[in-house]
């Protein structure tokens, strides 16, 4: 019995149906051109079956096996799947993750599609389970930003939170971010916040981003924010802010936050620490598929 | 005067009006949702202008100014654009590579966008580059392979060039690759080879790949390649085999290439060094926007 | 000189330039067909220019001008518009609102597309602004729902704003709204409630609807929620949640709520009164184009 | 065993499946944004099933039950659906519609959009039905024109139909309608025949719009036009004008059209009597769900 | 001074903006493919400027100038085109019909769309126009059918404008056609045409095909039909008919109507004569592109 | 049991199950517009079944039968097809092609559809099989050019295979063909050749076009070509480039082939003989559906 892409997916993220149909689709259009797979069409027979396994050559947390069953059976609906892992769990190196059994030259065709969409997601959730190892035992929790490669934020987003992470906004219109421009225009911090708190409806939240604690005071006192970003600064500093807001709003870390730097800034208290690396620029994940014809 | 997103390309690569349009506009889509910059709307009045400077905060290739300057023209036609650099060009630390001039409402929407894409593309370009001074005085190129992000194929594969690499297959379909399956189905090294040249039309370039000199020496006889991909080879291997085929077709060197093996694969004399890392790992690079209103 | 669609935007609300072009390009693709006006171009000349004024027949609040300008533009760049308001405002019955000179054939074939949409966004702004109207001076707000004519969300949206409405939820995706289902599967207030603060992001809200006081006050007790919906309950009860709860949290009255009940929803002190008949059910504003050749 | 959507269609009239697909597909996107249905995934279990019940709340005439089943089904194929009605049934309030049995994520996640569509579309065929029972027993049919929703003329036309109603144009391109500008610009009715017989394919029929008696006279005189519309007549003049023709071609009286004036409208002979109040303004049929899990 | 694509329109037929970008840019994206004109890039520097003469090689009916002059401004806006012929009009031999002056790169590269565009509808227009000119002086009208190039029936529709003849049905909705299996299915000529009366909105026109004089009789005894097509019957037949009918409704001449047999089949007086192979089947008309650079 | 459209496919030839329901969507949308079958819906009953089998009346080439399979398919997912050929096979006139088992409406709605795909693509196949018959024994392939028909390449160049054609460049992109212009600008044949190679990628060929036989030596004495287009010449002139080159690239010949010179061409040695006229003008395959309800 073949496997539904859907039943891949990690329980707690969601990535719609028509999402992962979209981006197989693109990709494979991409692939396989106006002439298709010329080298499979030329050397192997039109009926020739092949058994393919999809392998995990580095350890890792799993990020795109939906999106791989779709990409195979999207060439060839036929196509059964069979998967060893699920997306959100972590696997150890030269881990079997699924068999592919359907006509070569359609999984020949859909290889590569499924090989990157998998590499690239895994790699965004590697980087995140990294992160979020480092911050274990800690309130803080780890998320992502507006910094994700172009067309694939949707992905990548259901990516951070397969590897444990937490998402920021989706993009420009689910909440509101103050930066320091906003408050230069709108004439200073309780002007800002005014204006913001007029104009938004009760299901948009507000965050501040500060970069001293003068300005994080005068958030405190003019009370009209959900949430502020600290941006930039060291962790004393990040320390003495968590102290002055007391838990009345939710604190975020933001800019240059490493690997090493991590877990120095979880033990100052902030709630959540927020990296662009994990989506812009984490390395893909080493995968591959085995396939026997 | 306003300069026009095309004139900001790289002399020497192709990037289509159709794909920048696109890219750019499914970007903004992707970031702008149904609301659009809510926070902007509710604190600067519509009528403000910007002038935002966009920068390289770090050295590196430029890919990606024609989107950049695409994206903030798409939110509103009339923002004016004056480029210090174009792309394929190499910038120092901290330069200034734009000056845009518009509503501020539009710079603000637009920028994550335009710095998402330029970040990325100049990161492959950077990448490329830093890879293509290693073999500087040798015969050897860097080139891309298939493993690109999804859904960003002819945008990377423009970086590459940017970044002084070449090209390898844009997809399956505009060459022929053949792999090990292909040579296990066809029976061999001469069937296969002589299967792939008896469909392929006269502008279909054939690339076997072989992973001993046993199997190059194979090709060699047969004779009706253009080229052969050594899998994972050593560099004496390889040196062997530059020697063995004495420039009858083009030789490439695949498999776990980095900056640091890169000057001594370029030294076997091999015509080709294939990358995946560069497109589908490099990291961002980091870009920012300074804005005035 | 003509005046671009982007300059008659209501000032507080967003509506973005690629959903103008997309909204009209599909009107006008549904209203053309494959053969296009056939009947003016039987029966007008092809160098026939055309004035043509738009009116609102009815008084009302304008939305969708941008969307009317860009529609005549559509057909023939060369277009000329001059608006006489903008999105948002409030005109008289019998008021001419923008000025179109162009080409004839173009003018005509656009003008049925260009009043359905003006018509039915003036209509929800004008249903929006009723509702409005009927609140002020207390500390009620006006909101939509979900319950919008499908396609159509982004554009109803907007529509309510440039009536002075507020904006619920776009989609399933920018808030969480607990409703009963959810209750009861988690297994009560106190554990949904748990489990939504545990999953949510910062940046994202928490609304639960309840139907009775006592729900009421298990959510206060529990504390995670960031707004209740009061389901369906008559003024006085009502009343007497707004005072339970004290300002802790926003108050979304929902369910029936008519321009004959609003008045009296207000005075119990609610933060929100949302309606779902200003999107699903406004009838359009009566608005026309006179034309002279 | 699950129903097929198409088999739920109105038998006298015609909806795609591409458009099916097409307007349940945008209308999901639309809910679903980038992060999908974020309190369903925080408070229910991944494997929780759902029995779902769809309700007329109120009294009816049914539209748009294939595209609630194809809602369910795209979110999740293995959805079970079971209908008691199909389109064009009138219902009695409080009818339960159609079971449907799926994954409770799924379920919940399509609720908003199936009901949205079907709550529209029975709109439309709901009023439309009400013209129709008015005019029973007369020559006189009820038909719609293009003022329609904004990208939902198939839909709207279909659900007419299924009220019993007939169609007007569905757009400028499959008939000639002759307005006054039409006519000034040709030089009179007989100018304005002439031309458009000379142009129309033998497919295509032409209507002609008058004012007058003395227009309608005038159209009589000519003889090439296969139907008048009636502008704005008052019934006296209606029924002179249906002497006039003496069914020499079809009469359709148009303008200012209510439930009020249909009756008196009808007894006048008329062929036709349109209404674009009926989708345009037509309020959403009350419809709900009721889900157990 | 530029033209626009839309001033090379024929003035008596439509071919919307929005179609003559939709088929430029697809044909466009097929041609660049990944990696655009790989040619011209590498040989051709990015500033060289092309002044480029579209040609007519052989004698015929112009059809696809607005898509030509669009194509090369899709690639290079600031192209520009001065044109000598528009659609429509009958040109000799060695013609110039367009001057563009734009850059190299851009030329060359939209350079075939133009012509597979301009060639495939002038080859239409032409073979249309050969049709017409055979039945100049009788009342015999030349149209098309539904037997078009999948994809392109808007423009070929236009293009048989261009050339003089009269469009057919545009697709399956915009008229009735019965044909012998409607008939079979409702039980015979006067039951089938009473059920298409009853279900046809006031502005359909309904055909109905017949093979016999016996059929043709029975149309005329119950009337209800606005054209006949006549399948497959020889001139004597169709004289026959002609005379029975006495102009009652229009009739049809369909099925195996060559450049032989027009001319005599236009004498029996048929009003219309249609022909699929002017728009399936009629060769390209040969143009070309002459560039200096 | 019902077959797949993909198991109808050529198994020498590539065509995307993508490419294959893109096309199929897109001629029915254009077929069907708004409103559908409007004859069948008011003259046939919804529950009326139809076996319908697809002819070809003319003896040709099969290409096309996946799509016809699809397009029934697309419009009724349970209809039963049952091939009784698949593409690149040659049948004899009067050949019956497919039953096809399901609902009438459905049936009858994708007839004319499935009809112009079968019978454009057969053409193309039909007419390069003729060229292919004539060539038999000789060493010289039929191949085709980039003259197809806008929107259709993939298509065409699936049915130029089926034909047992061979497939020039699918685009710009895929391959380097230099032109007179292109070697005007570079300033002659070395310098063209050498700015070629300089910039292609190992797996892009480069093809030159001469004009007579000083253009060829010089190609000679150059040597980086992988192939050379003569064009236009005559055969003897032909006979000597064969001889010149013995063999050291590809040659092939161009420019005014036909069925009544291409024999002599192949008889002078030449490796490929392009037409454009196999797919920009070859006439359609006359195909038909017998329908019984």
Redesign the interface.
């Known amino acids: 019995m073949s496997q ?1 892409p ?1 039943s891949l ?1 990690c ?8 999402e992962i149909d979209d ?1 197989v ?22 009926d ?1 079956q ?1 058994h393919a396994i999809v392998i995990a050559r580095k350890a890792g947390v799993m990020s795109g096996l939906p999106l791989v069953a779709a990409a195979f059976k ?5 196509t059964g799947i069979r998967a060893h892992a699920r997306d959100g769990v972590s696997v150890a190196a030269k881990t079997a993750l699924m068999d592919v059994v359907g006509p ?1 030259r359609a999984v ?2 859909a290889e ?2 499924a ?3 998998l ?2 997601l895994s ?1 965004v959730a590697t980087a995140t389970h990294e992160f979020v190892r480092r911050v274990e035992g800690t309130r803080t ?1 780890i ?1 992502c930003t ?9 992905l990548e ?1 259901y990516a951070v939170r397969c590897g444990g992470g ?14 320091d ?2 408050i ?3 004439g200073g911090i309780a002007a ?1 916040l005014k ?2 708190k ?8 507000i ?1 501040i981003e500060v970069d001293t604690l003068d300005q994080l005071r005068e958030v405190l006192d003019v009370g009209l924010a ?2 502020v970003l600290l941006d930039n600064m060291d962790a004393a500093t990040m320390r003495e802010a968590v102290e002055m807001v007391g838990g009345r709003f ?1 604190l ?1 870390a933001s800019g240059g936050i490493t690997l090493d730097s991590i877990a120095e800034i979880a033990k100052t208290g902030v ?2 620490a927020s990296s ?2 994990i989506t ?2 984490a ?2 994940l080493d995968v591959a598929l085995d ?1 026997e ?1």
């Open positions: 539904s859907q997916l329980p707690d993220a969601f990535l719609s149906p028509l981006a689709t693109r990709a494979l259009a991409e692939d396989l051109g106006r002439a298709g797979d010329v080298t499979s069409i030329a050397t192997i027979p039109a020739t092949a999207k060439l060839a609906p036929e070569a020949l065709a590569r599609v090989l990157n969409l590499g690239h790699g929790r998320c507006r910094k994700t490669t172009p067309g694939l934020r949707a987003k937490f998402n920021h906004r989706f993009g420009l219109d689910d909440a509101m971010l103050i930066k421009n906003h230069a225009v709108a800002v204006r913001a007029a104009a938004a409806g009760h299901l948009v939240k965050e959900d949430a939710a975020e709630d959540y662009g690396w812009h620029s390395p893909n396939i014809m």
